[in-house]
């Protein structure tokens, strides 16, 4: 396998891991969780889910032949929590990914490094890439985070639980030795 395809297939994964955490704290949330806030300047889980998507939308339609930052797009609406329900918060939420997945799956390995636009400014396809991971990890990482606040003592872990790391570095071997 080339190193272009071997990348592609690696961010994929990478991403997918990172909805899946997402889908298991959403998966935890009510329908009035989703717009819970610490205070005014904060955003909740909805408005995230809401910004992610749109970002998405945008950035991955028509990802090497137009603009990532769509006319269409309305960036400051995405920052109105007005999803009414955890059903249409997953509808926006597979929306979004839905994009992504499918733009990243239809690439190959020589577009990597052709020249995109994002706001006018040219990046290289796999810059944009790794630009929107990070992008994507910061806003899961808050999405989580909102939701260990909200469950507390109700919050099933996602990772390796505290005080159980040698457990699992254990369990993991012992997996690798023994197919």
């Known amino acids: 396998m080339s190193i272009g395809n071997e990348y592609l297939k690696i961010v994929i994964k990478r991403l997918k891991s990172l909805k899946d955490l997402g889908d298991k704290t959403i998966e935890q949330l009510s329908d009035q969780e989703i717009h819970w806030t610490y205070n005014e300047e904060s955003n909740s889980v909805a408005i995230i889910v809401k910004h992610m998507s749109g970002n998405m ?4 339609t028509e990802f090497l032949t137009s603009d990532g930052e ?7 609406d995405e920052f109105v ?5 955890k059903y249409d918060l997953l509808i926006v939420w597979e929306r979004g990914w839905k994009t992504l997945l499918s733009a990243l799956s239809n690439l190959k390995e020589d577009d990597l490094l052709k020249q995109i636009t994002i706001r ?3 990046h290289s396809v796999i ?3 790794e630009r929107q991971v990070a992008h994507y990890a910061y806003h899961v990482g808050q999405i989580v985070y909102l939701g260990k606040q909200m469950k507390n003592d109700f919050w099933q872990n996602l990772s390796i639980p505290k005080g159980k790391s040698q457990t699992y570095l254990k369990e993991m071997i012992e997996k690798q030795q023994n197919p």
């Open 57 to 60: 939308v945008s950035r991955w």
């Open 70 to 76: 769509k006319d269409y797009r309305n960036r400051d």
């Open 81 to 85: 929590d007005d999803i009414t329900s």
């Open 120 to 122: 006018g400014e040219q």
């Open 127 to 129: 810059d944009a890439i």
